[in-house]
């Protein structure tokens, strides 16, 4: 059974502070990985990550994927309050899409 | 991205009761599924809505319990059947779209409270 781990569950810090949120799976046929920011119902999707790294960017936000190491981060440099949401992290097989999530990092930026 | 809207937004239901949910897809997507997040929990894949097939259910979840249509590539619905206050969550509809490596959308959630 597919396994995605993040951490740490909870983090809080002051804004202009740089996070790295972790994710570490375990899935049988690895096709991708996927990165959401779920601020109120639905998760806004950021990144998917298939090759090893090759970090992606989008503004302030960057992922990077370890096959190898089977985890990826998520970096947000120079945090605002806007960045307070949950993150989740999500992998998906070859053989299918179904997504396996994990259990989300709760990030709060402090003013 | 894809434009996804669902309906209702949120609903507040009696025990035993149904509630049907509906996902609506700003253009035609061959993969559409359904998922729960329960209060405080990450979510759980419930159903992949095939078009002109049965769904197929993941582990745990029954087609009596969560029926899912899907008539046509743009439109799917999910209906909670027999209400109880453990169905109380959130219910996202979600699509897939991109070549090769297909990234997956999701709807604005329907909030569903059992008392």
């Known amino acids: 059974e597919d396994k995605v781990v993040q951490s740490p569950l909870s983090l809080v810090v002051h804004e202009g502070d740089t996070v790295t949120l972790n994710c570490s799976y375990e899935v049988t046929n690895f096709r991708s990985l996927l990165w959401y920011k779920q601020e109120k119902k639905a998760p806004t999707f950021l990144f998917m990550l298939?090759?090893?790294?090759i970090e992606k960017k989008s503004g302030r936000l960057s992922s990077i994927l370890d096959k190898k190491e089977l985890f990826s981060i998520l970096n947000i440099t120079a945090t605002q309050t806007g960045d307070s949401a949950i993150y989740l992290c999500?992998?998906?097989?070859?053989?299918?899409?179904?997504?396996?999530f994990g259990e989300g990092t709760q990030l709060t930026v402090n003013p | 991205s894809a434009v996804i809207s669902q309906k209702p937004s949120r609903d507040i239901c009696q025990r035993g009761t149904s509630l049907t949910i509906q996902c609506q897809v700003d253009?035609?997507?061959?993969?559409m599924f359904w998922y729960r997040q329960q209060p405080g929990q990450s979510l759980t894949l419930i159903a992949t809505?095939?078009?002109?097939?049965?769904?197929?259910?993941e582990s745990g979840f029954v087609i009596d319990k969560f029926p899912i249509s899907r008539p046509n590539l743009t439109f799917s619905t999910l209906t909670v059947s027999n209400l109880s206050p453990e169905d109380s969550s959130i219910y996202l509809c979600?699509?897939?779209?991109?070549?090769?490596?297909?990234?997956?959308?999701f709807g604005p959630g329907t909030r569903l409270t059992v008392l």
């Open positions: 809505a095939n078009q002109g097939s049965e769904a197929t259910y």
């Open positions: 298939t090759s090893s790294g």
């Open positions: 979600s699509v897939e779209r991109g070549v090769p490596y297909n990234e997956q959308f």
């Open positions: 999500a992998v998906q097989e070859t053989s299918g899409s179904r997504l396996t």
């Open positions: 253009s035609q997507v061959t993969m």
